[in-house]
């Protein structure tokens, strides 16, 4: 089908992010963008150093909100961000590489830096045969 994107939605005190895909795995790829973009401009970007990222929950939810905390973890300690997510879901385990660069602030500009995830709107769900992950994020 090829509807993969990504939103960011408004929240009162911080940024609400979206991620749509056909499978659980290409939404949550989304999602990881569209956080990216919260920080800074995505095509600035370049996905040069890779990682793996592994995240073992009980249910969509949870395993949506602790691979978004995976992801600032290591944004916060390598001081990079991602531009390429690649990740698979089976069941409740979720296998990602992820590819980005460390920051460079003149080229990069970010705007915010990412605190956490939050429970706040937190949701995994399928709608109009596509996968929807959403959460709000704490800037």
């Given at each position: 089908?090829?509807?993969?994107?990504?939103?960011?939605?408004?929240?009162?005190?911080?940024?609400?992010?979206?991620?749509?895909?056909?499978?659980?795995?290409?939404?949550?790829?989304?999602?990881?963008?569209?956080?990216?973009?919260?920080?800074?401009?995505?095509?600035?970007?370049?996905?040069?150093?890779?990682?793996?990222?592994?995240?073992?929950?009980?249910?969509?939810?949870?395993?949506?909100?602790?691979?978004l905390n995976a992801l600032i973890y290591e944004m916060a300690t390598r001081?990079?961000?991602?531009?390429?997510?690649?990740?698979?879901?089976?069941?409740?385990?979720?296998?990602?590489?992820?590819?980005?660069?460390?920051?460079?602030?003149?080229?990069?500009?970010?705007?915010?830096?990412?605190?956490?995830?939050?429970?706040?709107?937190?949701?995994?769900?399928?709608?109009?045969?596509?996968?929807?992950?959403?959460?709000?994020?704490?800037?």
């Amino acid at each position: 089908m090829g509807t993969a994107s990504w939103e960011h939605f408004e929240h009162k005190a911080d940024i609400g992010i979206r991620g749509y895909g056909d499978t659980l795995g290409e939404a949550f790829e989304q999602i990881a963008l569209a956080m990216t973009a919260v920080v800074a401009d995505i095509d600035a970007v370049d996905a040069t150093t890779e990682l793996s990222i592994r995240c073992s929950e009980d249910s969509d939810d949870t395993l949506l909100f602790a691979w978004l905390n995976a992801l600032i973890y290591e944004m916060a300690t390598r001081k990079m961000l991602f531009s390429r997510f690649d990740v698979e879901i089976n069941e409740t385990k979720l296998n990602a590489s992820v590819a980005g660069e460390p920051i460079e602030i003149a080229r990069h500009q970010p705007v915010v830096e990412i605190k956490g995830a939050t429970y706040t709107e937190l949701a995994v769900y399928q709608a109009n045969g596509q996968w929807v992950a959403q959460c709000v994020v704490d800037v």
